[in-house]
Nanobody, 115 residues
Framework: QVQLVESGGGLVQAGGSLRLSCAAS????????MGWYRQAPGKQRELVAY???????TYADSVKGRFAISRNNAKNTVYLQMGSLRPEDTAVYYC?????????WGQGTQVTVSS
């Protein structure tokens, strides 16, 4: 079955950096679009970034210029490098992919940015 396992979250001060990782199994990783979403308390889950099978990234306006998504097909892993973090980036971050029309999610990793 499809499994997505995130890691790398934590507590960081405003202006700091974190790198999230998502290890995938149960899919042909190299052909899948991979995405990162986040959900803050009391808010809807929102798209942060996604990367095509060819490596083309797309970002939400709120993170452009601060975050970078990348993938390593040899390791079946997608990354989210987050910089210039702000308190409003505080959320649970989820890895996502779609297979046969079904959305799959990881368990999430908490990112907390203190001011």
């Amino acid at each position: 079955q499809v499994q997505l396992v995130e890691s790398g979250g934590g507590l960081v001060q405003a202006g700091g950096s974190l790198r999230l990782s998502c290890a995938a199994s149960g899919i042909i990783f190299s052909v899948n679009v991979m995405g990162w979403y986040r959900q803050a308390p009391g808010k809807q889950r929102e798209l942060v970034a996604y990367i095509s099978s060819g490596g083309t990234p797309t970002y939400a306006d709120s993170v452009k210029g601060r975050f970078a998504i990348s993938r390593n097909n040899a390791k079946n892993t997608v990354y989210l490098q987050m910089g210039s973090l702000r308190p409003e980036d505080t959320a649970v971050y989820y890895c996502n992919t779609i297979r046969s029309g079904t959305n799959f999610w990881g368990q999430g990793t908490q990112v907390t940015v203190s001011s």
